[in-house]
């Protein structure tokens, strides 16, 4: 299996605004009414890396409390795996990914078998995933960037696709494939293309491969942020807080400088674009990645803030609100309320289903009124 894993905790997940906000984003909600997002990471991560295999968390500094509380129930050898690593700065996912494969390699450039992991996103089960997992760290382990690979489940325009060739020499399932190209979030008719074709496969951006083998690909292809990190001291016992039982990196030497050196970047790019030794497991979990409200009302269990509503002559409404609501002679809407109990700027989402991608656009021209505190 895998030596490490890096769990990827960062984000603001404004997609779910306003429940989803930059105090408490989205990987730290509930989807089924127990634990959270990154609670499901974290259970698979320690599954991943057997008995004795580091499980490395990169954080905003915002995010530390969060992370903290839901470590904390862990016993004693589950925690001595988990180590946290606040981001001083948010530089997308390429710096964070080379921090962390810093970090795992250490002082010596040791070689681990790593997979990264996302913190907001639904897989299940367990059991499909370790198996998937098996097939991925054979095939990271020989010298390649390893992603999994989601059978679209229909033309969305929301993922990046990834275009596959020929099925590689390996274990019988899951299917492995050489990865041809990878594609941005496409139109709708570019999407039905890919799917039609039979070839494509959402890029469910979690990454395997070897320490030395991804350091290899950041310093050829995205030299600014290798040599950005490249040059960070390996951290003593004196660079960490115990917190709650967990060991939080919070004192790296020149951990800040290296992250203001380095561009702000996506590992798609920086990095997986332009990599020849790319291969995709076809996976067999079910994934979900809830980023639209349209989703959330889908999978949820329940609501996140469950208040009091009450209707009248209305039907198909998803209501998430931490105050009373009342819907009358309305359907099919998403209302989403947080009045500001928390101390933060209270606010209203108000959306037909169906349409809430374009909460997107409402994040964007908040920001543009400098009304960042809603956010």
Known sequence: MFNDCIIMAGGSGT??????????????????????FFNDAVE???????????????????????????CAQYGAEEKSRLVLIPEP????????????????GGENREDRNVMVLTSDHIIQPLA?????????????????????GIPPRGPDTGYGYMETGDRLEGPDAPAVYKVRSFREKPTREKAEEYVAAGNYFWNSG???????????????????????????????????????????????????NSYRA??????????????????????RFEWFDVGSWDEYARLAAAPLSAAEVYTQDSSGCFVDSDIPV???????????????????????????????????????QIKAAGRNELL
């Open 15 to 36: 997609r779910l605004w306003p429940a989803s906000n930059a105090k408490t984003p989205k990987q730290f909600l509930s989807v089924h009414g127990e634990g959270s």
């Open 262 to 283: 380095a561009p702000g970047i996506s590992v798609d790019y920086a990095i997986a674009e332009k990599c020849s030794r790319t291969v995709a497991v076809a996976a």
């Open 89 to 104: 700065l948010a530089k997308n996912t390429a710096p964070a990914i080379a921090c962390g494969a810093f970090y795992a």
């Open 206 to 256: 979690m990454f395997g491969f070897s320490t030395r083998f991804i350091l290899e690909e950041f310093r050829r292809n995205a030299p600014e942020i290798f040599n950005a990190f490249e040059a960070l001291p390996a951290p003593g016992w004196e660079a960490y807080t115990v917190e709650g039982g967990i060991r939080v990196l919070d004192k790296w030497p020149g951990l800040e």
């Open 128 to 148: 499909v995933f370790k198996a998937d997992a098996l097939a991925a760290a054979a095939f990271s382990a020989q010298g390649n960037l390893v992603v999994f």
């Open 44 to 70: 698979r991560a320690l599954a991943l890396t057997g008995g004795n295999g580091r499980v490395i968390i990169i954080a905003g500094e915002a995010h530390v409390p969060h992370v903290i509380r839901v």
């Open 326 to 364: 009342a819907l009358c002679a309305v359907d099919d809407l998403i209302v989403a309320v947080r009045s500001g109990k928390d101390g933060r700027p209270g606010s209203v989402l108000v959306a037909k289903k169906g349409a809430t991608q374009g909460v997107k656009g409402i994040v964007e």
